[in-house]
């Protein structure tokens, strides 16, 4: 079908074919958006109506998702070997930008960690009812405030 100037109309009925399509090349790094810009693909309207509605499409989706983390961690190795005296900001914009998606997309294998390690009595994690951490909380904020009053501040 030619497109004389209008926009062809896109897809809106799920289809096995489109979903897998989207996964794939989802997995293989290219945005949503990217995909989507092709004729024979669903508007982003359609697709989010799928992952509502669609259990197996959202699991893979997600997987994908994940998958497209990893894709983008292995090419921040290859952007930074490419770097040179020349290139450097622009290489070095390329490999944070994968770096913060990586950390969205997949948190917890590329997230900043922050842990908290208890090993009083009970070795666990320490749990407040709300009563007793707004207390704690006003104990701390307290002790703070009367810091700056003895330093004059």
């Keep these: 079908m030619e ?23 989802m997995s293989q790094g290219e945005s949503l958006r990217q995909i989507l810009k092709d004729e024979h693909m669903p508007g ?15 699991d893979n989706y997600a997987r994908a998702r994940g998958d497209q983390a990893d894709t983008y961690a292995d090419e921040i190795t290859q952007i930074a070997d490419g770097a040179d005296n020349t290139n450097y900001n622009s290489k070095r914009l390329q490999v944070d930008a994968r770096k913060w998606v990586a950390s969205k997309l997949k948190p917890k294998k590329y997230g900043e960690r922050q842990s908290i390690e208890h090993s009083g009595p009970g070795g666990g994690p320490i749990e407040y009812t709300d009563t007793e951490r707004a207390a704690r909380l006003a104990a701390i904020l307290g002790a703070v405030k009367g810091r700056k009053a003895a330093e004059g501040g």
């Design 44 to 58: 982003h309207t359609a697709v989010y109506g799928w992952l509502r509605e669609k259990q197996a499409f959202a």
């Design 3 to 25: 497109n004389r100037g209008y926009l062809m109309p896109r897809p809106t009925i799920y289809t096995d074919a489109i979903a897998d399509e989207i996964c794939a090349r």
